[in-house]
């Protein structure tokens, strides 16, 4: 059963514009979520992380949003650039042993 | 910068046989991972180890498993390969974390990419 949940498997944006990309979770005791980034042929690189005290955390054209009682997290990236074309995964944990993740959304930023 | 490393970007391996991932990291990080990721399932957890010699079963652990007999080092083992195990096999690793948390933010590798025919 699917804990962390990413609807949009593909996201088209225009460069420079903002691109949006969403997660949802079932499980009220997660409170520390990740985000990620993969390239084909490549791992997943960390992006930026968000704690449950928190609802907003930047990192220059990077910000995550946190809305617990939605149970919805969200990654805004601008402005977007053709760089970022990639998959985008969420993760979250509450404090066990493991990370669950998306299933990625695919990201395309189109020059 | 932390450094995860895998023994191989591509394997090709007949049904049957016994196959061997290595990873190793660098960054003395207490707890090793693997996950295979699969189109439409993303990152699925297969087995981890918060120590030396210990293992934890994660979510499909059915079909494999591991070895850590040093710290840095992460073995994922498939006893009899079969083609549902076909799959990109990604190792991380991280610091155990705080305020009670088993884990922290985790590092990954850049994947071993397995095709069994």
């Known amino acids: 059963d699917q804990q962390v949940k990413q609807n949009s498997p593909s996201l088209s944006v225009q460069e420079g514009r903002i691109s949006i990309l969403n997660c949802d979770y079932t499980?009220?005791?997660?409170?520390?979520f990740l985000w990620y980034k993969k390239y084909p042929a490549e791992g997943p690189t960390f992006l930026i992380s968000?704690?449950?005290?928190?609802d907003k955390n930047e990192d220059g054209r990077f910000t995550v949003f946190l809305n617990k009682s939605a149970k919805h997290l969200s990654l805004h990236i601008v402005p977007s650039q053709p760089g970022d074309s990639a998959v985008y995964f969420c993760?979250?944990?509450?404090?066990?042993?493991?990370?669950?993740f998306g299933t990625g959304t695919s990201l395309t930023v189109i020059p | 910068d932390v450094k995860v490393t895998q023994s191989s970007r591509y394997l090709v391996k007949r049904t049957g046989e016994k196959v061997f991932l290595e990873c190793v990291q660098d960054?003395?990080?207490?707890?090793m991972f693997w996950y295979r990721q699969d189109p439409g399932l993303g990152l699925r957890l297969i087995y981890f180890?918060?120590?030396?010699?210990?293992?934890e079963k994660g979510d499909i652990p059915e079909g494999y498993s591991v070895s850590r007999e040093k710290k840095e080092r992460f073995s994922l083992i498939l006893e009899s390969a079969s083609t549902n195990q076909t799959s990109m096999y990604l190792c991380?690793?991280?610091?155990?974390?705080?305020?009670?948390?088993?884990?922290?933010?985790?590092?990954f590798g850049p994947g071993t990419r397995l095709t069994v025919l």
């Open positions: 499980n009220s005791m997660f409170d520390y």
């Open positions: 180890s918060y120590d030396v010699k210990m293992k």
């Open positions: 991380a690793s991280s610091f155990s974390g705080r305020g009670g948390r088993v884990t922290d933010t985790q590092y």
């Open positions: 960054m003395d990080h207490e707890n």
């Open positions: 968000i704690s449950s005290i928190k």
């Open positions: 993760a979250a944990s509450d404090t066990g042993n493991q990370f669950y």
